[in-house]
């Protein structure tokens, strides 16, 4: 029997109990109304609260099977709704950690794997997002919110497929003239790694022989900034657009330790040497980058400098910015973008669509060669070229550079680069006296395609010019030689193209299906492999 004191002090926990409910009950109202408001920060303060209520009662006051059942699911919700209230201000890593605890108490707790789900979908962990969207649909919960489940079952399917297969498509959006719905892209990583480079420290490599156009990576920014910007934008115009570009940057690296790690792995413009060769593995985003020493070097004074040497521009030399105003300006950091070396005989070019770079091959590559970009612009001169590699802090140590500074005939291209920078004289007889000092000093192979490209200004306006191809058009080679030649060694580019164009056009215009597909081949090393021909040929208006 029991005593007239233990029954005493069940009255006194029942009493206890009740005013844990009610103020418990308070704390979830309140919590639940700040959430729907998008006050995150305080519904954050008051989950926690609610966690340490819980979590205290557990662990000091023993409670019974059904008081122990109620605090484990009170415990399990705020968890939930805590990760739901950081994951919207994307807090992403503290997100995922209250997911787990939550899922720790309740396996296939429905609201947590929803959270989940869209969290590791958000950081571009397809498959397993698509995991806990398969878990959730499992739940009978999952009926009554099937066009959400199965929404999100649908994205990922196709987002873990793309990132697979590469396989994009902007045709539609293309032939609409870029109205509509931009298209969706995944994170992709095709036949890359990241190696040693001979250039400057490490580069990304190309592991199997592809041809131009193909799709080598897909990557989202960090962070962008842009705004309409007319040409004659002041200079404090351009520094707003960086400043909130950085702060972007810190906001994202802050709330993410993965971003932060990954982003320390970047240069900072130090001794590129001996700077660690990542495994491309740790871009796949299918395994948790673990935060470790090299996260916490990430100060401010790092921080700007990575910035300073990895950010690029949308409307740069070698990227084509799909759908976009002309007065557009935008700034971004993404990450794996970020190993390409520049090399004045680039053999990738970009795509910014949406905050998506996309990378392809501008010509045929074989397996093993370094992917270059070009950070400038590559048709022009060494001196020229030399310039704008020192605006961006380095000396070009690229194979076009080496071959143009090491030649015994250098100071007869400076002339020329002379008489071309004063744009005076006939450029048919500029090209004529390069073709012909090509042949006395006996330049071979890629030889003639590097200087071609250096002095392409002179080329493109002979070959744009009716009056000037009847006086030199004899006596200078084809202009279908020369783009081959100059393509060859450059890579695709539109005002290539235009040359090829007005070949063509000379000659009667697009005769045959040889000159189609070679056309065609040119726009894939412009545009890459992700529209099909009718929305390649509006784009080139052939
Ligand atoms: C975006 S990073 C490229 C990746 C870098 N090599 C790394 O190891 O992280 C740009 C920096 O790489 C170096 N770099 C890129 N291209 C170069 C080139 N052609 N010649 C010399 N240095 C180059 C420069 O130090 C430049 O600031």
């Known amino acids: 029997m029991r005593g007239v004191g233990t029954l005493e002090q069940e009255e006194d926990m029942e009493v206890e109990v009740d005013e844990e409910d009610e103020r418990m009950q308070n704390l979830r109202s309140k919590a639940t109304e700040l959430l729907l408001r998008e006050e995150y920060n305080e519904s954050i303060q008051i989950y926690s609260q609610i966690i340490s209520i819980c979590q205290e009662s557990i662990s000091t006051k023993n409670p019974d099977g059904a008081h122990l059942n109620k605090l484990q699911k009170t415990l399990c919700l705020a968890f939930s709704n805590r990760a739901e209230a950081r994951a919207r201000l994307l807090e992403f890593s503290e997100a995922l950690k209250d997911c787990e605890e939550a899922l720790r108490i309740e396996k296939s707790h429905f609201k947590t794997l929803l959270c989940k789900g869209k969290i590791l979908l958000s950081l571009n962990r397809y498959s397993a997002a698509l995991d806990c969207f398969k878990a959730a649909n499992l739940d009978p919960q999952a009926n009554e919110n099937f066009d959400v489940v199965n929404g999100f079952l649908e994205k990922c399917k196709k987002f873990e497929f793309l990132s697979r297969t590469g396989a994009f498509d902007v045709s539609d959006w293309v032939l ?109 985003h299918e395994t948790e980058v673990k935060s470790g020493t090299s996260c916490e070097k990430l100060d401010v004074r790092r921080m700007m400098g990575i910035l300073d040497v990895n950010s690029i521009v949308e409307d740069a030399i070698s990227a084509k910015v799909l759908g976009k105003n002309a007065d557009y300006q935008g700034i971004g950091l993404w990450i794996l973008a970020s190993f390409i070396n520049h090399s004045c005989d680039p053999n990738v070019r970009r795509l910014h669509i949406g905050d998506h770079v996309v990378v392809h091959a501008s010509r045929d590559v074989k397996a093993g060669e370094e992917l270059t970009f070009a950070y400038f612009d590559v048709l022009s001169p060494l001196n020229s070229r030399r310039e704008m590699a020192k605006n961006w802090g380095f000396k070009c140590m690229c194979k076009r550079c080496k071959f143009e500074e090491n030649v015994s005939y250098k100071q007869e291209l400076r002339e020329i680069d002379i008489v071309l920078g004063k ?99 040119l726009g894939r090393g412009i545009y890459g492999k992700v529209m099909k021909k009718q929305a390649m040929r509006t784009l080139l208006q052939f």
């Open 176 to 284: 609409s003239g870029f109205r509509g719905k931009m298209p969706e892209f995944a994170e992709y990583i095709g036949a890359v790694e990241i190696k040693k480079s001979e250039i400057s420290g490490r580069g990304l490599f190309a592991t199997k022989n592809v041809e131009s156009g193909t799709l080598l990576l897909v990557t989202k920014a960090v962070a962008v900034d842009r705004a309409i910007m007319p040409q004659d934008s002041g200079e404090n115009a351009q520094l707003v657009i960086w400043k909130n570009f950085i702060d972007k940057v810190e906001e994202s690296a802050k709330k993410c330790t993965e971003t932060s790690s990954l982003i320390s792995m970047l240069s900072a413009g130090e001794d590129e040497g001996s700077l660690e060769v990542p495994d491309i593995g740790v871009f796949r």
């Open 423 to 521: 744009g005076l004289v006939d450029m048919g007889s500029l090209v004529y006296r390069l073709e012909e000092g090509m042949r006395r000093w006996m330049v071979r192979g890629k030889g003639k395609g590097y200087l071609r490209a250096s002095f392409w200004e002179a080329y493109s306006k002979v070959f744009g010019s009716e009056k000037m191809m009847r006086k030199w058009g004899r006596k200078i080679p084809e202009g279908m030689m020369v783009v081959d030649s100059v393509v060859d060694v450059v890579g695709s580019d539109e005002r290539i193209v235009r040359v090829f164009m007005e070949g063509l056009k000379r000659g009667g215009g697009i005769n045959g299906v040889v000159e189609m597909e070679k056309g065609m081949k």
